[in-house]
């Protein structure tokens, strides 16, 4: 490729992605709420042409393109709800209880293992298996516990 091309689509490349980020800016509306001649709540982002009673009239509090992408994570949530089985003793509930609760801690366990046994060497297909585990895990470890 020419170098001179390269500066060209890099320039077009670069103008772009600013004209398109220039057009993403936050939009807001007004929106009118008013009640009919037959007593129906009418809402809209015009205000009313003929004499009616007006509800309100308020700034949109909201961006229209706001997504609000923390409010909904995709964390598993672990409760007590789920354990009806009784056990004999104290100790083993609270076993239980503690694996339902809190995953994290098994999956960080679990790595540490493999961890372990990768730092002791391994042949080639059980090592590679191994960091494949490793790799899962953490990944679960992730998504689940953040």
């Known amino acids: 490729m020419d170098a001179r091309f390269k500066g060209k689509a890099r320039l077009f490349v670069l103008s772009a992605v600013v004209f398109i980020s220039g057009l993403s800016g936050?939009?807001?509306?007004?929106?009118?709420?008013?009640?009919?001649?037959?007593?129906?709540?009418?809402?809209?982002?015009?205000?009313?042409?003929?004499?009616?009673?007006?509800?309100?009239?308020?700034?949109?509090?909201?961006?229209?393109?706001?997504?609000?992408?923390?409010?909904?994570?995709?964390?598993k949530f672990y409760d007590n709800s789920s354990l009806k089985r009784v056990f004999k003793s104290k100790k083993q509930?609270?076993?239980?209880?503690?694996?339902?609760?809190?995953?994290?801690?098994?999956?960080?366990?679990?790595?540490?293992?493999?961890?372990?046994?990768l730092r002791a060497g391994y042949t080639e297909p059980k090592g590679n298996k191994l960091r494949a585990k490793r790799r899962a895990l953490s990944n679960r470890l992730y998504r689940e516990c953040r």
Not at 26 to 37: P, Q, T
Not at 98 to 110: E, F, L, N
């Open 26 to 75: 936050n939009v807001s509306a007004e929106i009118y709420k008013w009640s009919d001649s037959e007593n129906k709540t009418i809402y809209s982002d015009r205000p009313p042409q003929m004499k009616v009673r007006m509800l309100s009239a308020e700034r949109g509090k909201v961006p229209v393109n706001y997504m609000d992408w923390k409010s909904t994570p995709k964390v």
């Open 93 to 117: 509930t609270a076993r239980v209880i503690s694996k339902k609760r809190d995953p994290c801690v098994h999956y960080r366990k679990q790595i540490d293992g493999i961890q372990s046994q």
